[in-house]
């Protein structure tokens, strides 16, 4: 008899999404399912782990999988399944369904992601997912299909140490999908805008607003690019932030 | 004429550290400054942004430069600087100068290079800087002057777009330094152990502790051996984290 997949989901939308549990009702047919969620949202909290506070775990279920909700952020959800809610390293990690993309640089703040990354940098193959839609209603079929065939293949070939995938959908259904692209993270960044207000007391405060704008808008190998036109994009990631190139440049300079 | 260096000011530990007045000490000299920096501690946020909660700005000072505190995370404070804060886009954003490592994976998890992946995000040359110690009375002569020097190197030369630096300090003084080392990132990763207790009320928590391993310890051109050393480590980081042989190789899977 061969030993059962261990599947460990989380995400940065919180236990209650209904990404999440699109995500561990496709995950269940591919073996074992643990969920490791935050209590409460993550979105932006990037690959953060909390230092200064403690963490507490409140046991639940979501769908038939044991689940587990803790007052921390994605990263410390995968630290903590990893090291003590799960009974052993899992074959695998899964992120999302995030509702809202997560191309192009948005992967630098996307707590979805750091969860991924974390998986990766702990030697387990990981994958983040999200479909580009906030509508509360949005449809995750497709995504589901899609998420289950993706995590497939990352069950039967593996992935290489330290790298992980950015899956994100277009909002579209499956009879408008082209296909899945491999891409690289579009060149691109966020233009902030801070939305100024004064608080009733006379106070000044900001939130924080702003408009994605892409550096390569041409650039068809981008996952931009992919989801524009209708493809499924997938990234894959690495853990190694060094910039190989820039190495060579800098030991021209004089120090 | 020639127009004074506008120089960003930031980091993690917060605007009362040692380490940020200690930058902008030695910063003054290359520029006028202008500080922003988090109202409290964010050390492993990462490059988190603040998206559910709104900004508030506090003007103070710190030696002789106009400084901001802002209660939110280093992300927050350069988005803030450079669309509400800053006369005009900085020369140079310094992040730092962070009590304890940021060498190999814990760049991931890192406040202070959260700061300056940001910076360089927005097409500013961006600098993280890291003494490896945590004893409050730490030394951070070494670290001034090497600091002054490479950010006078990078004003000079500038940074490829989307690139930053990292660069840790041992914690020697300046006649144990046996010089600055170009290196790449070293594969590694924290072991965690939570340290679970239980509280008055008979509830357990967990408080986050680990151990580093490093994946690579006889590898001379990673940060690790460097510092190991007695070098001071500079990587230059990348925000395209495209693993771009996984997409070769992925290419050859049939989806």
Redesign the interface.
């Known amino acids: 008899m061969t030993k059962k997949n261990l599947i460990l989901v989380t995400n940065d939308d919180g236990l209650d999404s209904r990404g999440i549990a699109s995500l561990v009702d496709t995950m269940e047919f591919l073996g074992e399912v643990v969920v490791v969620a935050p209590l409460e949202?993550q979105?932006?909290?990037?690959?953060?782990?909390?230092?200064?506070q403690?963490?507490?775990?409140r046991k639940a279920r979501l769908n038939g999988s044991i689940s587990y909700a803790v007052n921390g952020?994605p990263?410390?959800c995968v630290?903590?399944a990893?090291?003590?809610l799960l009974p052993r390293k899992p074959d695998l990690l899964v992120s999302g369904i995030n509702h809202g993309s997560n191309s192009s640089?948005s992967?630098?703040?996307s707590g979805t992601m750091?969860a991924a990354?974390e998986g990766c940098?702990?030697?387990i193959p990981s994958i983040g997912f999200s479909l580009i839609s906030f509508d509360p209603k949005a449809n995750f079929d497709m995504a589901k299909k899609f998420s289950q065939?993706?995590a497939s293949?990352v069950l039967k070939?593996g992935?290489?140490?330290?790298?992980c995938l950015?899956v994100n959908y277009p909002d579209v259904s499956e009879k408008d999908i082209k296909?899945?692209r491999?891409?690289?993270?579009t060149?691109g960044?966020w233009q902030?805008?801070?939305d100024?207000?004064t608080d009733p007391a006379g106070?000044?405060?900001?939130?924080?607003t702003g408009e994605y704008f892409n550096r390569e808008p041409e650039a068809t190998d981008t996952d931009e690019w992919a989801l524009k036109n209708n493809y499924i994009a997938?990234?894959?990631?690495?853990?190694?932030?060094?910039?190989?190139?820039?190495?060579d440049?800098?030991?021209k300079?004089d120090?």
Chains 1, 2 share one sequence.
């Open positions: 949202p979105s932006g909290m990037s690959q953060a782990i909390t230092v200064k403690p963490l507490r775990v952020t990263a410390d630290k903590l990893f090291n003590r640089t992967v630098l703040y750091g990354l940098v702990n030697g065939k993706i293949k070939y992935l290489p140490l330290h790298t950015n296909g899945i491999i891409c690289r993270q060149m960044f902030e805008e801070f100024r207000r106070h000044e405060y900001y939130w924080l997938i990234v894959p990631l690495r853990t190694d932030l060094t910039c190989y190139s820039t190495i440049l800098m030991k300079w120090f």
